[in-house]
């Protein structure tokens, strides 16, 4: 075991002291105490060091595709296919003064989880309730929608979207909500 002293492995993991004892105590790094001092072994924190950064790697923010679009096909016969794209757009409310966004046509933005929907009858009724909802994103608290089981952050992120679609909660929409919110401030 080519051995490193707590201090040099903490430099290496760029992570404390204190994290890499506690690291050498539940085993996540092959450790050996040696004088009362942990020694770490080199090529096992050198793997850790790799799974940190993978997982970082998994977890980088995922750029939304503002231009993405769903094709509905007619509903009654003589009808033509109508296609969406979320639409964005910027304003001040009245009422609040709140810079506000709104976000229609969200739905092509969860398609995977549409595409989860495997009878297509089903896909496109869950397509029609979407097309109908609307992303509300503002920069100050509404006391109106404070604990509104639609809304998050006293508000600040809400939705028109009531459920009734299995593979969609009100959660996932909040989520893309904040999730648009980051984008769209950069």
């Known amino acids: 075991m080519a051995a490193i002293t707590t201090t040099e492995a903490a430099t290496q993991a760029d992570v404390t002291v204190a994290t890499i004892r506690t690291w050498a105590r539940r ?3 092959t450790a050996a105490k040696q004088a009362g001092r942990w020694a770490i072994d ?3 924190l050198a793997r850790r060091i790799a799974i940190g950064a993978r ?8 750029t939304l595709d503002l ?3 769903i094709t509905l096909p007619p509903a009654y016969k003589g009808d033509t296919s109508e296609t969406y794209t979320p639409i964005v757009k910027r304003r001040i409310d009245k009422r609040t003064g709140a810079n506000m966004i709104t976000v229609r046509n969200w739905f ?3 398609a995977d989880k549409l595409a989860g929907i495997p009878d297509e009858g089903t896909r496109i009724h869950c397509m029609n309730i979407l097309k109908t909802t609307v992303i509300v994103i503002t920069d100050t ?3 109106e929608w404070a604990g509104d089981p639609q809304a998050r952050e ?3 992120l809400r939705t028109s979207y009531r459920g009734g679609v299995p593979q969609v909660t009100i959660a996932d929409v909040l989520d893309l909500a904040a999730q648009l919110r980051t984008q ?3």
């Open 154 to 156: 006293d508000g600040q």
């Open 141 to 143: 608290p509404d006391p």
């Open 27 to 29: 085993g996540v790094v």
């Open 108 to 110: 092509p933005l969860v």
């Open 184 to 186: 769209l401030a950069s």
């Open 67 to 69: 231009t993405a679009s």
């Open 55 to 62: 997982r970082a790697r998994k977890q980088a923010p995922v």
């Open 42 to 44: 080199s090529i096992s």
